[in-house]
């Protein structure tokens, strides 16, 4: 693309869409925020005015139809990702799309193949990607400065559970929270997984598990190439947001710890301690849903591949789903079984 902007269109300003909106009219050069989109024409017309943005609209296809648009930003619920993708892919525009892309595998390949074949470019929101803190896990690892490595693990506890509406339409946990962190283990050592096993139930409120759902589980990652990963969830952990890793290998390990509001400590004669961590995702991954935003941009400017692609993805739901099928059945579930 010759030119130093890409003109965008974002469609759902909820709470992560007026986050996007944000970056992009304020924060990221590279991107010039020229309509909102919303069901709720008046939700979407108080996100524009807030901005600065000239124009908001209550029909999503009033973007599509733009010759002036170079990308949309789809950030409506998740049971319109995947036709948006499909609409937005025959518009000719990239697309950058939250996760995930549909909860049903034969939805995402049919958006993923729409995109395929429109020629456009497809980044999915997997921000935690661009967080420092697993940055630096990544780089360690990608470097040698931990050796081969042996095991993964990661934690992921909100601070509290969603509401009973939300897990009703939710996929389920594997697919709503666990997903990020079936990326994240993918991310970081670099590989496919080949077998997956969870254990999980309810530990949390009963009424998730009313709706179908689990709110805590272990899960167990063999790699391909023969490392080892568990993932620890829970739904609620009443200190705040927990988010941490550690890589074990040959020659060391790396591990991060939680983001705090400060790095102050206070002691005293019976006790030395800090405040709590950071308390959801909204602060504690602030900068990474930036960092994502900006390369994107980048890859649409520079003609690039985009750093978390379609196919990213689908990996990362083929596991939730691998997930899901070893908890019903309390046996190991091979990738190979579900896709």
Partial sequence: MQKDRVNVGLIGVGRIGKLHAEHLAYRIPAARLLVIADVNEAAARECANRLGIAEATGDCRTILT????????????????????????????????????????????SALAAAKKAGVKLQIGFNRRFDPNFLRVRKAIENGEIGEPQLLHIISRDPAPPSIDYVKVSGG?????????????????????????????????????????????????????GVFATIDNCRQAVYGYDQRVEALGKKGS??????????????????????????????????????????????????????????????????????????????????????
Wanted: overall charge negative; aromatic content about 6%; proline content about 4%.
């Fill in 173 to 225: 946990m594997f697919m709503d929270m666990t997903i990020h962190d079936f990326d994240m283990a993918r991310y970081l050592i670099g590989a496919d997984v080949e077998e997956v096993y969870a254990a999980a139930g309810v530990t949390v409120d009963p009424a998730i598990g009313a709706a179908g759902d689990v709110d805590t589980a272990l899960i167990t990652l063999k790699f391909k190439n």
């Fill in 66 to 109: 733009r010759d002036d648009i170079d990308a949309v930003i789809i950030c409506s619920p998740t049971n319109m990702h995947a036709r948006m993708i499909e609409e937005v892919s025959a518009a000719g525009k990239h697309i950058f799309c939250e996760k995930p892309i549909d909860l049903q595998l034969s939805r995402v390949d």
């Fill in 254 to 339: 790396v591990r991060v710890d939680n983001n705090y509001p400060n790095s102050a400590v206070v002691s005293g004669g019976d006790r030395v301690s800090r405040d709590l961590p950071l308390n959801f995702f909204m602060e504690r991954y602030v900068e990474s849903f930036l960092t994502e935003m900006r390369l994107f941009m980048d890859a649409v400017l520079t003609d690039a591949a985009t750093p978390v692609s379609g196919n990213d993805a689908r990996a990362a739901m083929l596991l939730a789903l691998a997930a899901r099928k070893s908890c019903e059945s309390n046996r190991p579930v091979r990738i190979a079984e579900i896709g």
